[in-house]
């Protein structure tokens, strides 16, 4: 994977375990208000999404996309096909 992607990926993730902090810690207040927590979590899957399309397109640039010339195309695009679980 390219280290740009890495970078971002890794910052994305770091968004995603703050998120993941803040909402363990509402959680210890017995008045905290469930659609706060709600918003946390929603915040906490787009930072986890986030970090997935990174990683995403950084496998697409760095390994599909010269599958063909390194004449293994079919099998990138099982292990990519199983890894989203579309197999």
Do not use: F, W
């Amino acid at each position: 994977m390219p280290e740009a992607s890495r970078k971002a990926a890794r910052r994305r993730l770091a968004i995603a375990h703050g998120h993941l902090e803040s909402i363990q810690r509402m959680l210890e207040d017995p008045d905290v208000y469930c659609v706060d927590v709600l918003k946390q979590l929603k915040a906490v899957q787009g930072a986890l999404a986030g970090a997935a399309e990174v990683v995403l397109r950084g496998h697409l640039e760095a390994h599909v996309a010269t599958a063909e010339s390194r004449g293994d195309t079919s099998e990138i695009v099982n292990e990519l096909m199983h890894a989203l679980k579309y197999t």
